[in-house]
């Protein structure tokens, strides 16, 4: 079994988070090395997954009050006062099967817990369909209280919330 290492994600990193977020954008979002360094100076998770030292995952997440100028980000923030916000998960499709996703996901959730956060939110696209990430996300106990188009109506996406325990 591979050893994973999951760690706070340095300026070192962003190269390869890029070009994971690259391999994904079609469910996540571009992403240019300065739009990188923004999310992450506003960013209160950022972690890397590192399997045999080499990057195989990195999740990106901020709290309330931030200046994200995200429309998902932006419609959890009008309505919830204290919450972490997922703005992207990305595993390599090398590394696929190895649960990292879930080792972040459990990570975040104990992030949240010893700040306090009560919930921690996201969205994930249901036109076009993720039925991988909508499977993931139930995993987790996450919750859909709306939905809302985007990408000048290109993308439909389902607001998620999950309840930290």
């Not at 104990?110 to 036109?127: G, K, L, P, S, W």
């Amino acid at each position: 079994m591979k050893k994973i290492i999951l760690r706070d994600a340095t300026p070192e990193d962003f190269e390869h988070i890029l070009a994971l977020n690259d391999a994904e954008v079609q469910q996540t979002s571009a992403m240019d090395f300065q739009k990188l360094r923004l999310l992450a100076s506003l960013s209160a998770y950022h972690k890397v997954a590192l399997v045999d030292d080499k990057i195989a995952a990195f999740l990106l997440a901020m709290r309330e009050n931030t200046t994200y100028e995200s429309e998902n980000y932006r419609w959890f923030a009008a309505r919830f006062p204290h919450f972490i916000y997922v703005d992207r998960i990305v595993v390599s499709a090398e590394f696929a099967g190895l649960k990292i996703g879930s080792l972040l996901y459990s990570d975040l959730f104990d992030f949240a817990r010893a700040h306090q956060v009560a919930m921690v939110t996201c969205e994930y696209n249901i036109q076009p369909p993720n039925p991988a990430s909508k499977s993931f996300h139930d995993k987790f106990g996450f919750k859909e209280i709306d939905t809302q188009w985007v990408a000048n109506g290109s993308k439909q996406v389902s607001l998620q919330v999950a309840e930290v325990n």
